[in-house]
T-cell receptor
Framework: DAGVTQSPTHLIKTRGQQVTLRCSPI?????VSWYQQVLGQGPQFIFQ???????GRGNFPDRFSARQFPNYSSELNVNALLLGDSALYLC???????????FGSGTRLTVV | DQQVKQNSPSLSVQEGRISILNCDYT??????FLWYKKYPAEGPTFLIS?????DKNEDGRFTVFLNKSAKHLSLHIVPSQPGDSAVYFC??????????????FGKGTHLIIQP
């Protein structure tokens, strides 16, 4: 069985640009969450989607947005990139909203 | 304000001995706690969890203890093996449930198992 897959694995962008990160959940999982992990810190919650609806949002600016598609895959968009957005972006999927989060390997975003 | 704290950035343990990783939390609304293990260039891997209504949960070599009055949990690994060398994250979920608040993670403890 495929796990949570994220694309791309690495990305370099310039300040001010926009980026879209993609996540495919484990088959049958209806919930997708996004986390940002900067160096030396634990992952920080950005969004959770369940059945295509936003169910939770962390303390991130409006430059961050996401959506979930009918096949339960998800995209995270970040506009007007800042140097501080450089981080590992992790996607997690779960059967329900509450339990059993499985993480992907992440997308390493570098903003220069 | 860090709601989940792992005060030891690193821990070195001899192979075969017990590894004890500690985690403190400040938010009394947390109802569910998880431990994740992370290797470089990989995502966090779920290890073990515990509900706030329990004080212990065991799974093979891994045991998690929860002391609600002290707002403290610990992960015990016995016996420690070389493959256990990784960064361990403590995470907590709020009583609002669902996914509304997501998981709150600590900064992690780098466990090094010495041969």
């Amino acid at each position: 069985d495929a796990g949570v897959t994220q694309s791309p694995t690495h990305l370099i962008k310039t300040r001010g640009q926009q980026v879209t990160l993609r996540c495919s959940p484990i088959s049958g999982h209806k919930s997708v969450s996004w986390y940002q992990q900067v160096l030396g810190q634990g992952p920080q919650f950005i969004f959770q989607y369940y059945e295509k609806e936003e169910r939770g949002r962390g303390n991130f600016p409006d430059r961050f947005s996401a959506r979930q598609f009918p096949n339960y895959s998800s995209e995270l968009n970040v506009n007007a990139l800042l140097l501080g957005d450089s981080a590992l972006y992790l996607c997690a999927s779960s059967l329900t909203e509450a339990y059993g989060y499985t993480f992907g390997s992440g997308t390493r975003l570098t903003v220069v | 304000d860090q709601q989940v704290k792992q005060n030891s950035p690193s821990l070195s343990v001899q192979e075969g001995r017990i590894s004890i990783l500690n985690c403190d939390y400040t938010n009394s609304m947390f109802d569910y706690f998880l431990w994740y293990k992370k290797y470089p260039a990989e995502g966090p891997t779920f290890l073990i969890s515990i509900s706030s209504i329990k004080d212990k949960n065991e799974d093979g070599r891994f045991t998690v203890f929860l002391n609600k009055s002290a707002k403290h949990l610990s992960l015990h690994i016995v016996p420690s093996q070389p493959g256990d060398s990784a960064v361990y994250f403590c995470a907590a979920r709020g009583l609002s449930g669902g996914g509304a608040d997501g998981l709150t993670f600590g900064k992690g403890t780098h466990l090094i198992i010495q041969p």
